[in-house]
């Protein structure tokens, strides 16, 4: 059977002048019913704007260039725009980082789920409203009945949080792209919407795909990780393989970088990447981490890294790695 | 030796008016009685979720916002009786370092300028100097010495952060109040600009009162760590004890929620109900009752004082050290090498 989503083989450009800035490169993703997989990068890294691609909405002057992405099968691109507005929200839910911004002002956080509800089922307003409390209180809402008369700015930031998933999830949708959902938030309230997107994939069998930049977060929440670096997948694998045991050397300056609880000033400096994330006009060439790599080769600066695999749905893009596979 | 900043009692009330007639109808205290100490070159952390009142303290203590009541001592001297333009002299010892690199610094500046700017205001040297001590900052903070001549746009936000540092340290202070500085920043560069602090502590004997949300990085940096929930602080003490042992219920609570890269390490975290209340309508007794998982009726009543406990600490409950950090004891174990820890551990952290 098809999976949830299958992107494959990416790729989107920026239309400059003097040629196209690529913001994404090759990238092949899966995610299966039920599943979550996180998609991890810094700035720049292309983490957003593949999301924007599967949901068909890449801002202009930006563009997919190439590559396929299928939701259970059937191939998104070159959906009309109309075809493509059943996909959104019946089918694929979105959730951002700032829930402030995503809500409608003016209207009443009832209003726009009742709206989402009957946007994508046909149902009687009362049923939908009936729905609405029922999907707020199963959001953890306080109160959800009255919390349907607020308006997004009687909200706290959490309980916005909380809204914007109604909607996402308002009709039923079988795939949820979080777009770093709890960044806004404070830690204890990111704990309870995390347990929430857990317990909406046991329950429903929803396939997410979460972008962060938190790996703590992708050790709490997701099955499989695949990091991205300067628009490239430069790792991929199950949470616990990845984070156990880092294959690529940015995926392990990164985790090395994070600091621990249980560690303490004693420790000394922290672990750093030297140098910062490269912006798309300044992409090194060959690799493009190879600049801040610790054990780069000569040949690094010149050559792509070619894709490894490493087994069990694990893989790496390092010429390290190829090295290795070959003399073991 | 007297600390280099005391502070007592302090206190900021904010007007909170009617929508449409702006009449004042009543007040929140963002900070409500804070007593803080820090000592010369010390590196205090200043932890707390949105609504705990942290940033309003740390700009409280510059005046760049007006305590209501208590006292700031700087070097035995009370700020809050100063006038202006003592005050602003003042600030020259302590400078600020904003979360937000992109929107402290003059777009319109060149680096060079912007460095030079609280030399110049503060009558610290002559013009004929700028480029050398400009080129001096610069180089402390591991910038190139062409990035004066720049503007900071050019920059990324680690560097940006890097230049912000620079335009801190410009004046020479002794204590230095960073309001999530590295909050904004890339994780990969995250650790180089917490080390450039620690470099600097080390090498100028500065002292940092660092306001953050991230426990795990507090805990690398910090001597001591002082957590403050809706404008009170309710655990206070040396930061190893304060996260190997914590004792308030939330102090607890914030650090099961932090979620660790460690595989595995999240078994038997707890989560917290609900949402840091409005510091406008504070709940009665401890303000934490309402989402403590083991508050009790009196909790609901009394507010606790804050007192001291076991190892330097200061606590606000009436049940500290009741509530045992589960699952995280474990993680913390191998790193768990001071011995003193066990003497109070008693649930089952000795080996």
Known sequence: MAPLLRIRDLSVAFRERDGDLVAVRHLSLEVAAGEVVGLVGESGSGKSLTALAVLGLVPPPGRITGGSIALAGRELRGLAESEYRAVRGARIGLVFQEPGAALNPVLTIGTQIVEAIRAHRDVSRREARRRAVELLARLAMPDAEARLASYPHELSGGQKQRALMAIALAAEPELLLADEPTTALDVTVQAQVLDLLEELRCERGLGILLITHDLGIVARSCDRVAVLYAGEVVEQGTTESVLAAPAHPYTRGLLASVPRLGEDAGDGPLATIPGTVPSLRERPSGCPFHPRCDVRRSDCSTSEPPWVELGAGRGARCVLLATEAKAG | ?351
Do not use: W
């Not at chain 2, 409500?32 to 940033?55: C, F």
């Open chain 2, 1 to 351: 030796m007297s600390p280099l900043l005391e502070v007592r009692g302090l206190r900021k009330e904010f007007a909170v008016l009617s929508p449409l007639l702006k009449r004042r109808v009543g007040t929140v205290a963002a900070v409500d009685g804070v007593d803080l100490t820090i000592e010369p070159g010390e590196i205090v952390a200043l932890v707390g979720e949105s609504g705990s009142g942290k940033t309003t303290l740390g700009r409280s203590l510059l005046r760049l916002i007006e305590p209501t009541s208590g006292s700031v001592r700087f070097r035995g001297e009370d700020l809050l009786a100063l006038d202006a333009e003592a005050m602003r002299r003042r600030r020259r010892a302590m400078q600020m370092v904003f979360q937000d690199p992109y929107g402290s610094l003059n777009p319109r500046l060149r680096v060079r300028d912007a460095l030079f700017e609280p030399v110049r205001v503060h009558r610290l040297a002559p013009a004929s100097e700028r480029d050398a001590i400009v080129a001096r900052l610069l180089a402390e903070v591991g910038l190139p010495a062409e990035a004066a001549a720049r503007y900071p746009h050019e920059f990324s936000g680690g560097q940006r952060q890097r230049i912000g540092i620079a335009r801190a340290l410009a004046t020479s202070p002794e204590l230095l109040i960073a309001d999530e500085p590295v909050s904004a920043l890339d994780v990969s560069v995250r650790a180089q600009v917490v080390n450039l602090l620690l470099e600097l502590r080390a090498r100028r004997n500065l002292a940092i009162l660092f306001i953050a949300h991230d426990l795990a990085l507090v805990g690398r940096i910090a001597d001591r760590i002082v957590v403050l929930y809706l404008g009170r602080v309710v655990e206070e003490g040396p930061a190893t004890r304060v996260l190997r042992r914590p004792e308030h219920p939330y102090t607890v609570a914030l650090l099961s929620a932090v979620p660790s890269p460690t595989p595995g390490a999240a078994d038997g975290r707890l989560v917290l109900a609900g949402e840091p209340p409005s510091p406008a309508h504070p709940p009665a007794g401890c303000r934490f009752h309402p989402r403590c998982p083991i508050a009790e009726a009196r909790c609901s009543v009394d507010s606790p004082e804050l007192v001291a406990s076991a190892g330097g600490r200061r606590v606000a409950c009436h049940f500290p050290g009741r509530l045992a950090p589960a699952g995280k004891a474990r993680d913390m174990e191998p790193f768990d090498r001071n011995d003193v820890m066990r003497k109070d551990a008693g649930d089952g952290a000795t080996q």
